[in-house]
């Protein structure tokens, strides 16, 4: 990215707010703050902030329902959520923040070393993401089984023609969808087929 992105904060205490706002600005970022989540949602729709950095409990829209209504919004640019918590992450929080789509985390009490290393994690996310929005608007992808079409005219699997290109490399998982909608009915059947097939073992 040639410029610093835009970062959003949305933070309901004053105090918070301004050390973000502080951190934020002195490591040049175009920073613009906002004191809950309705105020930030409004402003998104218009400036279309590249990072949000956002308190989780707040008035109005709290910082899941926020991120929430972020990613619902359709947008041609990624948006990374950072999400700001006082409290200890347990499972059960973590999966909701990631069901909402939350990126990263902020502990509070913050320090410069701790929103330094996320930002910097952010733009190195945007960039890839940016370059790989450019990679889908010149690859010839084919629409059954998703192989890329490189230049020597061969095809190959998606994550080989793109680490060629950025260095990029990719991890497997399967997300909540498919694995409701595939995994798990896979699953239900092989054990009734195996029930089926040996009684006994059930």
């Known amino acids: 990215m040639d410029s610093k992105p835009k970062v959003h904060i949305v933070e309901d205490d004053s105090t918070t707010r301004r050390l973000l706002e502080n951190l934020t600005s002195l490591l040049g970022y175009q920073v613009m703050s906002y004191e809950n989540g309705d105020d930030a949602w409004s402003a998104f729709k218009l400036e279309h902030p590249q990072i949000v950095i956002s308190d989780w409990k707040m008035p109005g829209l709290d910082g899941l329902e926020l991120c929430h209504e972020l990613r619902r919004k359709s947008s041609s640019s990624y948006t990374y959520f950072i999400l700001v918590t006082a409290q200890r992450r347990s499972r059960s929080n973590l999966e909701q923040a990631i069901q909402a789509g939350v990126d990263d985390f902020l502990k509070k009490p913050i320090g410069s070393e701790e929103i330094w290393n996320r930002l910097r994690v ?31 005219d061969l095809w190959e699997q998606v994550e080989q023609y793109v680490n060629e290109r950025t260095g990029a490399d990719f991890t497997h998982s399967i997300c909540p969808p498919c694995l409701e909608t595939h995994v798990r009915p896979q699953m239900e059947a092989y054990k009734k087929a195996l029930k089926e097939k040996d009684p006994l073992k059930s």
């Open 122 to 152: 952010a733009e190195r996310i945007l960039n890839f993401n940016q370059q790989v929005k450019t990679l889908e608007s010149l690859i010839p992808i084919c629409s059954y089984c998703k192989k890329v079409r490189n230049d020597d």
